[in-house]
């Protein structure tokens, strides 16, 4: 197949390229941008005048809810919302029931992926069998298989020695550890500490819970030397303790969800039990510091934190309803959004979607690792062609996802996705 996409606008956060011009892709490669042979003749042309062509979106945190979970999520539905939402790689983590803690678990959650010729699917495999804290999964068999790192998804690992013992294994192989910063015993509430929480009676989710893990995480990987990406930084405390260990060196890197990076704990409203999502929504001065640590650089990335809940589990008191909310056909809307407000400009915006991320996941792509989150000639064509004038107001029945819960039912926000190319394939075209 091949393609011309005409006239769009075209920026490469990774290369600083901002240009109106054509770009070519053959073969599943981009083989020219801006200079296109004058016997380049495409199968299809895309006229994308007035749109943003920029590198498929890279989402570092995405439920699939497969397997184990069907009833809130379908591999096909979930897929389909992520090239919706312009993203053509997308992190699962391994809390699927089984958990990805066997090499066949993953192969077979890839092979079904990819059979669906949509997003690519990175899986992050358990750090320790069944998350249970106790024993260090087969590593290298699960590298071997396609995990991309080693997580232990929402589950607080208790017991020190054995992340100690974890870190030192990753730091002999090179691989990735990716942790959630969540004091055990602290992070039990259902909501953030704090006067509006005690007013509620609500369950609160001291600082201290994501400040304790993350002094304990940085002294282990000072210890180990161990690679360590931080999951979902939610206080501003966090974000100063972040900048303070990339300010020495360590090898660690951090993401922050849409959730936390729009909304406060004030958007419970009247238990509103759309807005109870892991970690808790916290205070105006939290979401003003990771605005700020997104924008300077000390968190790297913007996720979705993707996590579909059905009905039953969601139409529920606050406090015992399920966390989660639908995210992945927002993220490049609400990414817009912070960008106009916060005055970051559009290439941030995007590079905290795409080159950012891909070089979090970095050596762990493989042969797409040169070219992933980037527009290069000779670069894998996973592309997201976006109009940035078009606004929208989000209804949860529209969505792609099985999930229809989000804290953004009935916002006005800028930006949609017109086409999205994975591989030199379209993967998702919006009718017109």
């Known amino acids: 197949m091949k393609i011309l996409i005409k006239s769009g606008r075209v920026i490469d956060p990774a290369t600083h390229f901002d240009e109106i011009c054509d770009v070519a892709i053959a073969a599943g490669r981009i083989i020219a941008i801006k200079n296109i042979a004058p016997g380049f003749l495409p199968n299809r042309t895309l006229d994308a005048s ?4 920029t590198p498929g979106l890279v989402d570092l945190a995405v439920r699939l809810r497969e397997p184990g979970h069907e009833h809130e999520g379908m591999l096909e539905s979930e897929m389909a919302a992520a090239v919706a939402g312009g993203i053509t790689g997308l992190v699962c983590p391994p809390d699927t029931d089984p958990v990805l803690d066997e090499p066949g678990l993953v192969e077979m959650l890839k092979m079904r992926a990819e059979k669906l010729h949509q997003a690519r699917v990175f899986p992050l495999g358990a750090l320790t069998r069944n998350l249970q804290g106790e024993v260090l999964t087969e590593m290298v068999e699960l590298t071997e298989a396609g995990c991309v790192g080693f997580g232990q998804a929402e589950v607080p690992l208790a017991n020190t020695q054995v992340l100690l013992r974890a870190l030192q294994y990753a730091s002999t192989f090179g691989y990735t550890v990716w942790l959630r910063p969540q004091e055990l015993y602290l992070g039990t509430g259902v909501a953030a500490s704090g006067p509006l929480a005690t007013r509620m009676g609500l369950a609160g989710v001291p600082v201290a819970a994501e400040t304790i893990a993350l002094h304990t995480i940085f002294e282990l990987t000072r210890a180990t030397g161990a690679r360590v990406h931080l999951c979902r930084l939610s206080s501003a405390a966090g ?3 972040m900048r303070q260990a990339k300010g020495e060196g360590l090898g660690v890197t951090c993401d922050v969800s849409i959730n936390s990076l729009h909304l406060t704990d004030t958007d419970i409203g009247y238990f509103d039990s759309r807005a109870r999502l892991n970690p808790p929504l916290r205070q105006q001065r939290d979401r003003d510091a990771i605005r700020e640590g997104l924008a300077d650089g000390t968190i790297d990335a913007l996720v979705s934190d993707h996590t579909p809940v059905d009905e039953d589990a969601k139409t529920l008191p606050f406090a015992e309803a399920e966390a989660g909310a639908t995210g992945v056909e927002l993220l ?7 960008g106009q407000e916060s005055g970051v400009g ?4 995007l590079a905290v979607l795409t080159s950012e991320p891909a070089r979090v996941l970095g050596t762990a792509l493989g042969t797409l690792q040169a070219s992933a989150g ?3 000639a000779g670069g894998v064509a996973d592309v997201c062609i976006f109009d940035p004038r078009d606004e929208w107001t989000v209804r949860p029945d529209a969505l792609c996802s099985q999930g229809k819960h989000t804290p953004f039912s009935g916002y006005a926000l800028p930006g949609r996705v017109r086409c999205t190319i994975v591989g030199g394939q379209v993967a998702f075209e919006r009718a017109t």
Do not use: P
Request: hydrophobic share 65%; net charge positive.
């Open 332 to 338: 490049l809307s609400l990414a817009l959004k912070w």
């Open 374 to 376: 980037q527009l290069v």
């Open 50 to 53: 007035g749109c943003v062509v």
């Open 346 to 349: 559009l290439t941030r915006a």
């Open 239 to 241: 974000v100063a303790l």
